[in-house]
């Protein structure tokens, strides 16, 4: 039988050495047979393989001594200590995970709190899609930085930051309406797309720039369904939907829908494509059938925008921020520029940043510690 390395073994006992009958000598014990060694062997033996024993020695009765057994204590021992370190390194992995969501948390400036000493213009940043997510891209983290701004009075105006290809109608809406509702001027900075419901909410600022290939626009509502009941029935699925109203049903995609449930979702999507039209009617100062007119579900560029109405001129971020301290009554160009960021929402950027570090410091973890003990010390985070 082969060993686990593939050398050949000897299970046989070593004899007791042959005495001659006519001139008894005792011979020299035989040196026991070494395994064939391969590059493999030697590092797996090396590494593996326990303690070498003496060679097998006959014993004054003339029987082999019994070779030793193995111990695996030493194999328990190094898995029960590799199993620590695992351990201790998922532990230490867990822990700053939660050390960077707890700073990520913080914001721009200050200690969750934007800070400021003179004339300043708050930015806030509308970057993917709108929904309800808490964060700046949503109607609760949206009127949470609003209100910071409208309670500091330093903070003279405001730009958003909008690089959003829409999504949630309701969600839209309601920020539209806290835009609207704003005391103080709104700048809107469009990066390279505004369309849709983002669109709907810059339409209630003051003034939007875009730049010349910005996507702008997609003034419309859409409603998806499907239909997979004829894929279903060749692949022999059956399915029963038991409803409360007929049309319960109607958007699971598993029947195809009737006339009139085609109809209602219809009016449906029309209804909500008013609100839309309206909202950027009144948003913008144009009439109604001049909106309709443009909502074609299509974007358009920022030059195009601005010749039909949806935007005010061709600017950079720069631009933006000048115009918004134009309107907040700041002359010149000495203000501050702070970004506003709702609890829980932020990056590791803004983080470094606050602690006085740059992009190209080596950071310690006896430094960042030593910040989230000054934060606890503080109460910001526990």
């Known amino acids: 039988m082969d060993n686990y390395y593939g050398a050949p073994q000897d299970n046989s006992q070593p004899q007791a050495p042959q005495q001659p009958q006519a001139t008894p000598q005792p011979q020299p014990a035989q040196a026991a047979p070494q395994p064939q060694q391969t590059a493999y062997n030697q590092y797996a033996q090396a590494t593996y393989a326990p303690q070498p024993q003496a060679p097998f020695a006959p014993t004054a009765s003339g029987a082999a001594a019994a070779p030793q057994k193995k111990s695996h204590t030493g194999l328990i021992i190094f898995g029960i200590v590799m199993a620590a370190v695992v351990a201790l390194l998922i532990g230490a992995m867990v822990s700053c995970s939660q050390m960077v969501n707890e700073f990520s948390s913080l914001g721009s400036y200050g200690y969750g709190e934007t800070t400021t000493y003179g004339d300043t213009v708050a930015v806030i940043d509308i970057d993917g899609t709108i929904q309800y997510d808490g964060t700046t891209n949503s109607p609760e983290g949206l009127r949470d930085v609003l209100t910071q701004a409208e309670e500091d009075d330093n903070i003279k105006a405001i730009v958003l930051h909008v690089n959003s290809g829409g999504g949630t109608a309701t969600a839209g809406e309601e920020m539209s309406l806290l835009v609207a509702d704003c005391t ?3 700048v809107v900075s469009s990066a390279s797309i505004n ?3 983002a669109y709907m909410i810059s339409s209630q600022s003051d003034y939007i720039f875009v730049n010349h290939t910005t996507a702008i626009g997609s003034i419309g509502t859409v409603m998806q369904t499907y239909d997979v009941s004829e894929l279903m029935e060749k692949l022999g699925v059956d399915v029963i939907n038991i409803a409360s109203a007929e049309s ?5 995609g598993t029947r195809p829908l009737t006339d009139e449930e085609i109809a209602y979702y219809q009016d449906l999507v029309d209804k909500i494509n008013a609100q839309f039209i309206g909202l950027v009617s009144e948003g913008r100062g144009m009439d109604v059938s001049e909106v309709q007119a443009l909502a074609t579900g299509m974007e358009f560029t920022g030059d195009d925008a601005v010749d039909n109405g949806l935007a005010d001129e061709v600017g950079t971020y720069d631009d933006a921020l000048a115009k918004a301290a134009e309107l907040g009554g700041i002359e010149g160009d000495d203000y501050d520029v702070v970004n506003l960021y709702v609890s829980g929402y932020g990056d590791m950027a803004d983080l470094l940043g606050l602690m006085g570090y740059s ?8 430094d960042l510690i030593a910040a989230l003990e000054l934060l606890q010390s503080q109460g910001t985070v526990k």
Request: proline residues 5%; charged residues 25%.
């Open 248 to 252: 319960k049903d109607s958007s699971y």
């Open 195 to 197: 369309a849709s419901a």
């Open 184 to 186: 103080k001027p709104v």
């Open 359 to 366: 992009s190209n410091t080596k950071i310690s973890a006896e």
